[in-house]
């Protein structure tokens, strides 16, 4: 059960990782997002854990990253608007 936990907070520290690599300017201080990835990769984790009852790991993991994604797209901002935005016209 301890790599599990491991596992969980890693994969959701890996999803925070690659929001703030391939979205900088959308999401908020990177501190925020070290700390909110591995706390929804462990929630999601131990919520599938407990519905599965351990005998699905890969499931599990799989949550715990949907999860995690799911809690740093709650912080993801409108993208910029205004005189400096970048406008791509419809069909382009």
Known sequence: M????VAYAALG??????AAR???ARLPATALLL???P?????????AYTVFGGAHPGASLA?????????????ARPAKRGRHA???PHGA
């Open 2 to 5: 301890i790599w599990q936990i």
């Open 13 to 18: 520290l890996l999803a925070a990782f690659a």
């Open 22 to 24: 391939f979205f900088p």
């Open 35 to 37: 700390a909110t990835g």
């Open 39 to 47: 706390v929804g990769g462990l929630t999601g984790g131990l919520v």
């Open 63 to 75: 949550a715990a990253f949907a999860t995690a994604a799911a809690g740093l797209s709650v912080l």
């Open 86 to 88: 970048k406008v791509t």
